[in-house]
């Protein structure tokens, strides 16, 4: 079975080598010639733990193949996925849906045989149904299908949750005359390795696959904003978030993932996703209240982190040395979107501080985005040595096993500010570092 892949970023590139993988052949059109031809030599531009292998190994067996033109990758193609990108409009919040239509027009311009056309972007409510339009105006003698198919990875076990989803969700047009059966069964086929692994598969109608993606995130995006207030009040009222968070989480109705309270979340999707759908539904007249207030909520967060940091700090941090281990949004990937380290390391330089940074793998991609005064380092004691305060804001493996007397050995004061949750309140304070978390007691 042939399919096309419609942009070489992040979703299309780990969805089409994990259909690669399965076994299926895979042409992915990639516009942007610098990344076209990284791709082509198996070079991948993003940071994902275990892609290059997969990527080169498909390209060897000619299972995964790159283009610049749409036309010369959908001949003999079953199903063409639109994964191009869906960034946030210029001031409004609403998905910018630019290159999903152009993708459309150049399919229906060029698509000879019946296809079905399935958007794996994250888009907003209707977008199926428009790209149907678009391609029925421009070749309406074309016979073809629209699907959606969210995909539901998570930077950083992109391979995993993409070879091994918890679900895969399809929406097809169930108000057509066969009712959508004709999609239903290539996209059956498609994931046919996945049934095997008794992966469910819920086939909805449109509107709800394209809601399925939106709902999840601002779903989670809630949790996360919740959770990261009830830790603040922890630090008012003396509770201990890690316990409060074990408790709900041994209710099976609230699940015990998801609960770790942190700086504020960041990424490509969940800031973009809760706006959309914030969007979405006050244009539907229907607006979603507790999203606006979980968005908002994790802005304000992002930006105060900072006051707290300097609070712990003495209320000034002028001219202090303050070190920053983790830039990226998350661990285990090179992702620096919407991250909160942005946000706090501008404000901590506003106040005058010498910041010295260390991200595992971030450290160059940051530079842009930071303020130039910013220094960086290769390793953690590089960056600890003459620090007055320790910053933690990405919790990368390699910072959990930090030696608290090599801290004290390096910095100029053993101050841990440590806004991920990583260390023992208790073992740090027996080893006489002065140690501040997020919703724990701090130990004395
Ligand atoms: C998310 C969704 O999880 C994924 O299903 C969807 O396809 C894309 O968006 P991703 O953005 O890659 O994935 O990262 P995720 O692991 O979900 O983390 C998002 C943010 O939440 C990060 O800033 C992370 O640090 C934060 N987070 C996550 C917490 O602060 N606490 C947690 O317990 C979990």
Redesign the pocket.
Known sequence: MRIAMIGGGYVGLVSATCFAEFGLHVNVVETNPDRLNALKQGEIPIYEPGLDILVKNNIKTNRLQFFDRIEEAIPECEAIFIAVGTPPRNGDGHADMTYVHQAALQIATHLKQYAVIVTKSTVPVGTSRRIAQIIRQKNPDLEFDVASNP???????AIK?CMNPDRVIIGIEKDKADHGKKAQDIMTRLYQPLFQRETPILFTNLESAELA?YA??CF?AMK?SY??ELADLCDQVGGNIEDITKAMGLDPRIGK??????P???????PK?TLALIRIAQEAGTPTRMIETAAQANDARKANMSGRIIQLCGGNINNKTIAILGLT??PN?DDMRE??SLPIIHRLVEGGAIIKAFDPISNEKAQPLLPKEVQYYNNIEEAATNADALVIL?EWNEFRSLSPINLKKWMKKALVIDLRNIYDPKIMANEGIEYYSIGRPQKK
Do not use: H, I, W
């Open positions: 995909e539901f990875l998570r930077e950083g076990d949750d993606k999840s995130n989670l996360l959770v990261n993932y998801f609960l770790q309270p942190g504020g979340f960041g990424g490509s999707c969940f996703d949004f998350k990937t991250s909160a990405t």
